[in-house]
Structure formats: C-alpha cells, structure tokens
C-alpha cells in the first residue's frame, strides 16, 4: 500500500519524517517539496504542499498525478470554531467547506462555488478508522469528528470566527482541507484530514499559534504509525 502524508508547513510533518526510511526527494516550485520513503512494508510520500486553498490544491494534485497513492492523509493545524474544543485536542474532518467563498449576488449558497459544489467529504472508513485511532493514542484530549472551513485568511477574530460557525456549522477553521478533499473527490481518491487545535480564531490566535504549533504537531507521529502498522 502507498500512503501521502501531506502538510502544509513543515512543522506539521516533521515528528513523521524523523521515524520513516528517507529515500528520494523532490522539489516543486516554492515552497512544496516531496519526499519518498518506507515505513516497515508501506510505500510513502511525505509532502509539504504550502499554505492556502490554492498550494493546497496544486500539490495533491501533483501527489496523485506524479505518485499515485493508495491513500491520502492531510495533518496539520487549526483554529478551534467549536467552543468544546481546546488547544490539543484533534478533529478528524468528515467534510469541509469553503467559508471564503461567496458568488450569493448571483442566486448561489453561501460557500457554493458555481457549477461545482459546496461541501466536500473524506472518506467514511477512513474517518472512521482515524476516528478510532486517535481515540486510542490521545486519551487525554478530546477528538471530535467534524467540519472543518477553510480559506484564504488566518482567522483571529471571535466575531468572524462566529459568524463562520453559525453559517457553516463548522467545528474548526484552518486554510486547506475543502481544497485537498475537493481535489480527491475530482480524482475519486480516499482520504482524510486531521487537525490538531492550535489556537482559538480568536484575538490571542496570533499568539498561540507559533507557540502551540510545534507542540501539537507531535500528537500526529503516533496516530500515523499506529495507522501504519495495521494497513
Ligand atoms: N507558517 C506561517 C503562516 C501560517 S498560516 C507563519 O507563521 O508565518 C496558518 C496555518 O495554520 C495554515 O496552514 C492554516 O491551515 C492553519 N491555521 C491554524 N490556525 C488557523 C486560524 N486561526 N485561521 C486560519 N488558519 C489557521
């Protein structure tokens, strides 16, 4: 089985690179990058594909395009929208949406890109699978299967961060996952994508997400492995 491991920093991918066998690796325009490697028996490719719909977009379309995984996996960061949750604690997105989106002049749904859709889902097993494991590993903190909105803009503003929950019904906010699932439902791939809280959207998120970046990025090394060893 070939397994894409896909991120939008660095940073987010890092606890994973440092446990696989490296063996080749690609660059492809600024800033994504894309790593071949093995863990145990599964193929991998690692990939920092940038940050935004649009970097989000390009590189797991060249993830499929050029490597062809059987599965994509998107880890990585995000705003809590959902007063439940906390810093740490994890959601494995069951779809996204675009919350930048907005074509409503012209008779559309808020969110809905013309001729093309609104809401963007991963793959039931595989939610259901992560949804599992991260329970296993993260005893401590809470994981929520949810919705996740992206855009084009770091959110650090209760006011915005509301309206998007009550519009959206979204659980957290980051900038990629409706653009990765967008892109695997075009491709008719599986995948899903887990975020760990880095901050609240609110007035503190441009504090608290360097400084819980790091940190919460780790909880996603165990989770890939325990993955990894039943696949
Ligand atoms: N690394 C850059 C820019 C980070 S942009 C820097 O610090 O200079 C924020 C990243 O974290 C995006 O990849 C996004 O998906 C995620 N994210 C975390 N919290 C977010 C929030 N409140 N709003 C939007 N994106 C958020």
């Given at each position: 089985?070939?397994?894409a491991i896909v991120s939008a920093?660095?940073e987010?991918?890092?606890?994973?690179?440092?446990?696989?066998n490296?063996?080749?690796?690609e660059?492809?325009?600024i800033p994504?990058?894309?790593i071949?490697a093995?863990?145990?028996?599964n193929?991998?490719v690692?990939?920092?594909?940038g940050?935004g719909?649009v970097?989000?977009?390009i590189?797991t379309t060249?993830?499929?395009e050029?490597?062809?995984?059987?599965v994509?996996?998107m880890i990585?960061?995000?705003?809590?929208l959902?007063?439940?949750l906390?810093i740490?604690d994890i959601v494995?997105?069951?779809?996204?949406?675009?919350?930048?989106?907005?074509?409503t002049?012209?008779g559309y749904?808020i969110?809905?890109?013309?001729e093309?859709?609104?809401?963007?889902?991963g793959d039931?097993?595989?939610?259901?699978d992560?949804e599992?494991?991260?329970?296993?590993?993260l005893?401590?903190k809470?994981?929520?299967v949810?919705?996740?909105?992206s855009?084009?803009?770091f959110v650090?503003s209760?006011?915005?961060?509301?309206w998007i929950?009550e519009?959206?019904?979204?659980?957290a906010i980051?900038?990629?996952s409706?653009?990765?699932y967008h892109?695997?439902n075009?491709?008719?791939?599986k995948?899903?994508v887990?975020?760990?809280i880095?901050?609240?959207a609110?007035?503190?998120a441009?504090?608290?997400f360097?400084?819980?970046?790091?940190?919460?990025?780790?909880k996603?090394?165990?989770?890939i492995?325990s993955?990894?060893?039943?696949?």
């Amino acid at each position: 089985m070939k397994v894409a491991i896909v991120s939008a920093m660095p940073e987010e991918l890092k606890p994973v690179l440092e446990v696989v066998n490296i063996k080749k690796e690609e660059k492809f325009g600024i800033p994504q990058k894309f790593i071949e490697a093995k863990y145990k028996d599964n193929d991998l490719v690692l990939c920092v594909g940038g940050i935004g719909k649009v970097n989000a977009a390009i590189s797991t379309t060249r993830l499929i395009e050029k490597y062809n995984p059987d599965v994509l996996i998107m880890i990585g960061v995000a705003g809590a929208l959902n007063p439940s949750l906390k810093i740490g604690d994890i959601v494995v997105a069951k779809d996204a949406v675009y919350h930048d989106v907005d074509v409503t002049p012209l008779g559309y749904k808020i969110g809905e890109v013309p001729e093309t859709g609104i809401i963007w889902k991963g793959d039931e097993d595989l939610v259901k699978d992560f949804e599992n494991i991260c329970k296993e590993n993260l005893k401590d903190k809470k994981v929520l299967v949810g919705r996740i909105a992206s855009g084009d803009q770091f959110v650090a503003s209760k006011d915005k961060a509301n309206w998007i929950r009550e519009t959206f019904q979204a659980d957290a906010i980051e900038m990629e996952s409706a653009s990765f699932y967008h892109t695997l439902n075009l491709y008719g791939k599986k995948g899903v994508v887990l975020r760990a809280i880095s901050d609240s959207a609110d007035e503190e998120a441009n504090i608290d997400f360097p400084t819980f970046l790091n940190e919460v990025s780790q909880k996603f090394r165990d989770i890939i492995l325990s993955y990894l060893d039943k696949t």
